[in-house]
């Protein structure tokens, strides 16, 4: 995997297992984009074990297996929900496809881990809803935007700690790489994509919501366009979007594919966390012109400044503390309001997004 593809952005971490081997099974379905070996790792590095693989494109499935060479090729999708040893399935197929395997999924018994956005419509989501009420298993969301970047992560342990005070507004930029000739059809469909703020806005969406401890928000003003793409009508290539959550801190982020050829990393991809007794700035993937590696977070307070490397100062936590919720029935990882209410903002945030119309 490489850097200058988030399409192919897989991080790696230390392994550290919750779970014995084979005490919990993993199955993928759907390798449309390249989220799906992140997720794997993620999992395999908490103590899953990767069992089973299915997509309807042999080379998908073949260059997958060399990554996991335990794997089996399963011949359909029923093969790996018949199998009453598989704990969890996950998925990176095309977005609007994902919500419908994850009910399958949960309709055979099975916990279900969906790249992000899981969902294009807001009647896909009122679905899954119902089938996890019906079922009782688990619908996760890949935000790998915070979940896959220790300084995020960090950042949301000194906010819990009080660190920087409350949490009264939050600034985003997701930009990212377009790399227009490799990308898939599907990636230029918006019925098949979602959005931009459906897609790639779900992840800014979240990361208000966590850092600033909301359960409900209000998208005040969101507008998308495609100032740069006109052989590629149905690509959104801009969007942003301003939100008020329900305690009353505020939230702005602006989401692109307008990463110079030249930026070392796929996105130069910050957030800017304002608290009543302190700030925190992420820069997650480089430091521009200073530093090629990634997760900086910069720290002011009363007591001054940091700068704090959080490279394997971490981990990625969420993995085992998602397949240990699978197990225990707790919800410590990430509580499946939480997952919907993002999904459901960004969806909102799309569907009622003004169409800007350039004129550059």
Known sequence: MTEVSGMNHAPKGKPE???????????????????????????VEAGASLKWVYDKDPEKTDKFKQAYPEVNIAE????????????????????SERSAIGNEAMRAGKDYFADKTAFTTLEQLDESKRVVQETGKRFFVYFGERLHVESAIYAGELINQGVIGDVLQ???????????GNRPDWFFNKEQ????????????????LYYTNNTEAEVVHSKVANYANPDKPGLEDFGDATLVGGNGAT???????????????????????????GTIELRKYVDVAKEESGNHLYLVTEEGEQHIDCNGKVGYPFFGEMILDCIHGTEKAMTQDHIFKAQELSLIAEENAIQLKPNL
């Open 193 to 208: 994509y979602g959005g931009i703020l459906c897609d790639i806005g779900s992840h800014q969406i979240e990361q208000f």
């Open 17 to 43: 297992a919750v779970v014995s081997k084979g005490e919990f099974v993993i199955a993928a379905i759907g390798l449309d984009h390249g989220h799906i070996y992140g997720m794997v790792n993620g999992c």
């Open 251 to 277: 939230f702005y982020f602006k989401v692109d594919w307008f990463t110079p050829k030249g930026l070392s990393t796929w996105g130069d991809g910050r957030t800017f966390i304002t608290g009543t007794k």
């Open 76 to 95: 359909s999708k029923e093969q790996i929900y018949t199998d009453e040893e598989v704990n969890m399935v996950l998925s990176a197929a095309i977005a």
């Open 170 to 180: 939050v600034t985003g930029f997701g930009p990212h790489r377009l790399g227009k």
